[in-house]
């Protein structure tokens, strides 16, 4: 997995906290596309590296120019999204009953991420999800990048918060039950595993923070970020809005000092957040937790 941060539009995300017109964030940085193994380079096929899921698709019967496509599809450089994204395109749209289409939407989910095309990552996200019900790599980016990026689509928000809630939920429900794919080591499954269910957490946490469910969100956000090697500074600054919202002074002021210790555009809402967050624990009773 990787992490793709946009940290122009992040500031605008601050932007849209700050004045309460609503929280958009996919372009807006922070979400962690899956990555599939590297292809095996022997044979004149490319075996298929499962997206982390417990469904299993049917096989279709090999065709031997479909294989080439998808093993051209693999063999393209990661680093080079464009492409990746106009061979999947073009494959998902020549074999529309192909056994590789799992991992076609599941990479394309991602890309679709890196270079901010929310509506086309929902829509073949979805396709995803249709087909493969327990792919918990797709279904916690789109929990986590459909809140974030609300105002970017023509979608009902609430139709739209309803289902990243119902994939988020799913992520953390499914993830702990996967087997261990045979072509990851333990400690690479244990982490992709941990980014997983800290991207649906954190998909979570900000979708209580846009119903005004603060308190709910507290838990959610704490343990994204406990279990994020590289923790979201967005998920610092959402913490410290929910504990200050909900009278917990010091710990608003404990994340808001997080993210604002961090350069960048976030940095000066966070620390605008700490001061205010500090002066109102000197004047006013805290909450008990």
Known sequence: MIRKWNVGIAGALVAMLLCGSGIARAQYGGAKPAQTPAPSQTGTTTPAPK???LDTAAPAPVNAEEDAAFKAYQDSPAADVKKKI??????AQKYPQSRYLPIIY???TSA???TGQVQKMEEVGDKEVELNPNDVQVLAVLGQTIPRALKSTKQDPQTELDKAERYSKRAIEVTPTLPKPENLTEES????KNMTLAMAHSGLGLIYVQRGK?????PELEQSIKIDPTPDLVNYYLLGLANL????FEDAAAAYTKCGAAPGPMQQACQKGAEEAKKRASTELSAPK
Request: aromatic share 14%.
């Open 51 to 53: 997206p982390l899921t």
């Open 86 to 91: 106009e061979l999947g395109e073009a494959f």
């Open 106 to 108: 599941n990479t394309l």
């Open 112 to 114: 679709y991420v890196q």
């Open 189 to 192: 499954f244990t982490n992709a």
């Open 214 to 218: 603060y308190a709910e969100a507290i």
């Open 245 to 248: 919202k909900t009278s917990h």
